[in-house]
């Protein structure tokens, strides 16, 4: 059975740094895709970066292009999100999650639209501070 769990959330001033860390078990990172999502108090989920299991190609959600970088550590079977010059807006419940994607199917999940099975981690807290 396919399971995640993510580390690192934790408070942070604006401007400031976080890595979160997505460790996989019962799976190999890299036979998945590997996404990142937050869930703000009273909004949507919304898909922050998601990489696919091909060719590592990535999609960041335009909030956060620039800033976040996604990357996995096949060795330790793990996901990491770098979170750089963090802002306020950036506060929420982050959860990383794993599909068994076909060709571009890391586009439609991180935007909402994949509807196949998902295996989800329990989420790690972010607070930004102004």
């Known amino acids: 059975q396919v399971q995640l769990m993510e580390s690192g959330g934790g408070l942070v001033q604006a401007g400031g740094s976080l890595r979160l860390s997505c460790t996989v078990s019962?799976?190999?990172?890299?036979?998945?895709?590997i996404g990142w999502f937050r869930q703000a108090p009273g909004k949507e989920r919304e898909g922050v970066t998601c990489?696919?299991?091909?060719?590592?190609?990535?999609y960041y959600a335009s909030s956060v292009k620039g800033r976040f970088t996604l990357s996995r550590d096949n060795a330790n079977n793990t996901a990491y999100l770098q979170m750089n010059e963090l802002k306020p807006e950036d506060t929420a419940v982050y959860s990383c999650?794993?599909?068994?994607?076909?060709?571009?199917?890391?586009?439609?999940?991180?935007?909402?639209?994949?509807?196949?099975?998902?295996?989800w981690g329990k989420g790690t807290l972010v607070t930004v501070s102004s």
């Open positions: 990489i696919d299991s091909f060719d590592g190609a990535t």
């Open positions: 999650a794993a599909i068994r994607d076909r060709r571009s199917d890391y586009v439609r999940w991180c935007a909402g639209h994949y509807t196949g099975p998902e295996y």
């Open positions: 019962g799976a190999t990172v890299d036979d998945y895709a």
